[in-house]
């Protein structure tokens, strides 16, 4: 019986602070928003999809300097419970030929990964998100052919990376 006792208030331990993390990480969310649509990023909006504030979608313009201008492209954001303390899974729902997504949306990038920070918002991610989009790193790609032709044959990558912004992201 002890042990089972013992079992029981590790379980209401363990409850108490998840509910405290998911309140944490709910408060967190909705300040994001609140700030987002105080002051939104320049091309980038974002909010959630219905009720569930941990489930968003962005929307990002294509940046005028790079060969997705004219694009609009749907990201979508999803908050771990423990938030901000792990990073958001953000991935494109949009097509995009570019080295570091990949075709299920994925994104290479360190500050989703291991440079996220607490102090970090979704606000800055979309920011990077948009700086890669301009400026993407070749050196450590998601996609070694796209990076290669980056690298080796940089008309061509804007030329493929173009037409599939027309054929994905404009219509």
């Not at 379980?11 to 002051?39: G, P, T, W, Y």
């Not at 494109?92 to 997504?101: E, G």
Request: proline share 9%; with cysteine; hydrophobic share 35%.
């Amino acid at each position: 019986m002890k042990v089972l006792h013992g079992n029981y208030r590790q379980l209401i331990v363990f409850c108490i602070h998840s509910d405290r993390n998911l309140l944490m990480a709910s408060k967190r969310i909705q300040k994001e928003l609140k700030d987002l649509q105080k002051d939104p990023p320049a091309s980038c909006s974002a909010g959630p999809v219905s009720e569930d504030m941990f489930q968003w979608q962005a929307t990002i313009m294509g940046p005028s300097e790079s060969p997705f201008a004219g694009g609009v492209f749907l990201v979508s954001i999803n908050f771990p419970p423990d938030y901000p303390f792990k990073p958001p899974k953000v991935s494109f729902r949009t097509k995009v030929f570019h080295p570091n997504i990949n075709s299920n949306g994925s994104i290479c990038l360190d500050i989703l990964k291991e440079q996220w920070s607490p102090a970090l918002t979704i606000s800055k991610v979309l920011l990077s998100i948009c700086s890669l989009l301009t400026d993407p790193n070749p050196d450590d790609p998601l996609v070694p052919e796209i990076a290669h032709m980056y690298k080796n044959d940089r008309a061509k990558y804007e030329t493929t990376a173009r037409a599939w912004t027309q054929k994905y992201a404009m219509g």
